[in-house]
């Protein structure tokens, strides 16, 4: 009987030490779901203290301000997307050492994860920082750690010589995100759309797609 007492007592602390974590994980879900819904000027922490059932006071306990709280949003959002492209690459790369497919997978990715109905994803695939101000830089460098995956993506492309491989990877990562203002579901598939889009970069770029046509 005193080892069940134990056990009873570790569970209970356990579940003690990760309340605070958990109210933190509801209070980031709430704001990304307002944050994506009405941006970030359009929100306030007392709409979103609201929504979660605390007062204000309770997430300043958690986030020092605003800017806190939407940069962990953001980051939490990126990582979503990383562990999407990164699963992508990897199911395509125990078929494949293709650089191109292996681009063409992380594409069907990124762009799956930013049309899925996630709040996180919607957030991060609608807000673009432009680095004119010291929080704006904070959510660029979250950026760039996902934008890494592309970067070493693109550089192991067969290109021609002089292509200028930092506008391509601009270039295709813009066509992706663009997909997120005309896409409506029911037509084609977010795959589909994200291998075509691929493929219209490569045909050009790659001799070997070349003589397959």
């Not at 199911?91 to 930013?114: I, Q, R, T, Y």
């Not at 660029?140 to 693109?154: G, P, S, W």
């Not at 970069?201 to 070997?208: C, G, K, S, T, V």
């Amino acid at each position: 009987m005193a080892g069940l007492q134990v056990a009873k007592k570790t569970s209970l602390g356990r579940a003690k030490s990760n309340a605070p974590e958990n109210r933190r994980g509801e209070m980031l879900d709430v704001a990304a779901r307002i944050f994506s819904k009405h941006g970030f000027d359009g929100t306030s922490i007392r709409d979103i203290a609201k929504e979660v059932g605390v007062q204000p006071s309770s997430l300043y306990y958690f986030f020092k301000s605003k800017e806190d709280l939407f940069e962990a949003v953001y980051e939490k959002g990126v990582d979503e997307i990383i562990f999407v492209v990164e699963k992508a690459i990897t199911k395509s790369g125990a078929k494949s050492d293709n650089p191109w497919m292996k681009l063409e997978a992380a594409s069907v990715g990124h762009l799956e994860a930013l049309l899925s109905s996630d709040d996180y994803n919607t957030l991060v695939a609608n807000i673009v920082p432009k680095g004119t101000g010291d929080f704006d830089e904070r959510l660029i460098r979250h950026r760039d750690v996902y934008e890494k995956i592309f970067v070493d993506l693109v550089k192991d492309l067969p290109l021609p010589p002089r292509t200028n491989r930092t506008l391509l990877r601009l270039t295709i990562l813009g066509a992706l995100n663009g997909v997120v203002n005309w896409y409506r579901p029911g037509a084609a598939s977010p795959t589909a759309i994200a291998k075509k889009i691929v493929q219209m970069f490569r045909l050009p770029l790659d001799p070997a797609k070349k003589a397959e046509v």
